[in-house]
């Protein structure tokens, strides 16, 4: 259990502001706080899964997916599907696919906050990842707070004595959304030892909701990754520990802007790689929409994330344990004895069967 000692000195960590009381002070009006910027333009990809991959082509000349491999796949995946309804998954991934050009946050808007910088967001993130640890929450919410944290921040300027409130307001607004039980607004207000009004966290949460659009249908990684992982009929090993690289993810500014399509993919690719369960096959291709030509450069900058000592473990520590099958740990075991670039050497599985069936046409 987490002090209320500890909390209050996290929360001074993330915004070095010696005491919230200033922060309750300054945001009577949470409309007078914020700066807007310009948000971006999006553009929705109307395409089923299916009409995806059978266009889709990599950065080396991969051929798509063929309708007759699409057919090998899902007769070889049979009953290990997860979905509840197997019937709509085309439909489905189609659609939440369709949804990241609106909902996935800009890689570059630290450049638009002039009080926050990239270490801030890591020290945010950490102690968004300690709090979400000690109230038991779902993977599924910690994925979900970090994509509103960003969001919102991509498209308004805030300041710093406020960025731990809205890290706070962010994870409740999540566990509304994710939790079969959410939380009580009390067990967050706790976390600034009551140095935070009730009224002024209301507000905060109202306004990100209404500048947000109350847009919250976001889909994480992990839903990817379970998507992904039916090429392996549903391996727990390689899902754990995709998992556990999909959490080490949030903390990297490379993967703000990523797609969460592409980080599931890439988490998964890493962890077929560092498990040496084989290469990257056109059926994973299929099942994620990427090819490993795809994938290889944001491995690489994943890999990068993972090796010790750290000043900021919060991340490795939750995954040190048999709940995860002490996946950061055999990380670190791995990464002692192989080069990064030994890991990710290319194995091309997913080119060279594209390669064979053109020279067969």
Same mark, same amino acid.
């Given at each position: 259990?987490?002090?209320?000692?500890?909390?209050?000195?996290?929360?001074?960590?993330?915004?070095?502001? %010696?005491?919230?009381?200033?922060?309750?002070?300054? @945001?009577?009006? !949470?409309?007078?706080?914020?700066?807007?910027?310009? +948000?971006?333009?999006?553009?929705?990809?109307?395409?089923?899964?299916?009409?995806?991959?059978?266009?889709?082509?990599?950065?080396?000349?991969?051929?798509?997916?063929?309708?007759?491999?699409?057919?090998?796949?899902?007769?070889?995946?049979?009953?290990?599907?997860?979905?509840?309804?197997?019937?709509?998954?085309?439909?489905?991934?189609?659609?939440?696919?369709?949804? &990241?050009?609106?909902?996935?946050?800009?890689?570059?808007?630290?450049?638009?906050?002039?009080? =926050?910088?990239?270490?801030?967001?890591?020290?945010?993130?950490?102690?968004?990842?300690?709090?979400?640890? /000690?109230?038991?929450?779902?993977?599924?919410?910690?994925?979900?707070? !970090?994509?509103?944290?960003?969001?919102?921040?991509?498209?308004?300027?805030?300041? $710093?004595?406020?960025?731990?409130?809205?890290?706070?307001? @962010?994870?409740?607004?999540?566990?509304?959304?994710?939790? %079969?039980?959410?939380?009580?607004?009390?067990?967050?207000?706790?976390?600034?030892?009551?140095?935070?009004?009730?009224?002024?966290?209301?507000?905060?949460?109202?306004?990100?909701? &209404?500048?947000?659009?109350?847009?919250?249908?976001?889909?994480?990684?992990?839903?990817?990754?379970?998507?992904?992982?039916?090429?392996?009929?549903?391996?727990?090993?390689?899902?754990?520990?995709?998992?556990?690289?999909?959490?080490?993810?949030?903390?990297?500014?490379?993967?703000?802007?990523?797609?969460? $399509?592409? !980080?599931?993919?890439? @988490?998964?690719?890493?962890?077929?790689?560092?498990?040496?369960?084989?290469?990257?096959?056109?059926?994973?291709?299929?099942?994620?929409?990427?090819?490993?030509?795809?994938?290889?450069?944001?491995?690489?900058?994943?890999?990068? =994330?993972? +090796?010790?000592? /750290?000043?900021?473990?919060?991340?490795?520590?939750?995954?040190?344990?048999?709940?995860?099958?002490?996946?950061?740990?055999?990380?670190?075991?791995? =990464?002692?004895?192989?080069?990064?670039?030994?890991?990710? @050497?290319?194995?091309?599985?997913?080119? $060279?069967?594209?390669?064979?069936?053109?020279?067969?046409?």
């Amino acid at each position: 259990m987490v002090s209320a000692a500890s909390v209050a000195q996290s929360a001074s960590a993330v915004t070095d502001v %010696p005491a919230q009381t200033a922060v309750a002070n300054k @945001c009577a009006s !949470v409309a007078s706080t914020v700066t807007m910027i310009a +948000p971006k333009a999006y553009k929705f990809v109307t395409t089923s899964a299916t009409d995806y991959a059978l266009e889709h082509t990599g950065l080396i000349g991969e051929l798509p997916i063929s309708d007759a491999e699409i057919n090998e796949f899902e007769a070889h995946a049979g009953s290990s599907s997860h979905l509840l309804a197997p019937d709509f998954t085309d439909n489905i991934f189609g659609y939440v696919r369709e949804l &990241e050009a609106k909902l996935t946050p800009d890689a570059d808007y630290i450049e638009r906050q002039p009080a =926050l910088s990239w270490r801030s967001r890591l020290s945010l993130v950490e102690w968004l990842v300690m709090e979400h640890k /000690r109230l038991d929450l779902l993977p599924e919410t910690l994925h979900l707070c !970090v994509n509103l944290v960003d969001r919102f921040l991509s498209i308004y300027a805030v300041k $710093s004595a406020e960025i731990v409130i809205i890290g706070a307001v @962010c994870l409740f607004v999540a566990a509304k959304y994710e939790e %079969p039980q959410y939380l009580q607004m009390a067990d967050i207000v706790e976390l600034f030892g009551g140095r935070i009004d009730k009224s002024v966290f209301v507000a905060f949460e109202r306004h990100i909701l &209404e500048l947000l659009g109350y847009d919250l249908g976001w889909t994480g990684p992990l839903s990817y990754l379970e998507h992904i992982s039916t090429a392996d009929k549903r391996d727990t090993s390689i899902r754990t520990l995709a998992i556990y690289l999909a959490e080490e993810s949030l903390i990297g500014p490379c993967f703000v802007g990523a797609p969460s $399509s592409k !980080v599931a993919a890439t @988490c998964y690719f890493l962890s077929l790689r560092l498990l040496g369960r084989g290469p990257w096959t056109r059926g994973h291709a299929y099942y994620s929409g990427y090819f490993e030509s795809e994938l290889i450069s944001l491995a690489s900058d994943l890999i990068k =994330l993972l +090796p010790m000592p /750290r000043r900021n473990r919060a991340v490795y520590d939750k995954y040190a344990r048999k709940r995860y099958l002490f996946a950061s740990e055999f990380v670190q075991v791995l =990464l002692k004895d192989h080069s990064s670039d030994s890991l990710l @050497c290319s194995q091309g599985a997913d080119h $060279s069967a594209g390669a064979s069936a053109k020279s067969a046409i």
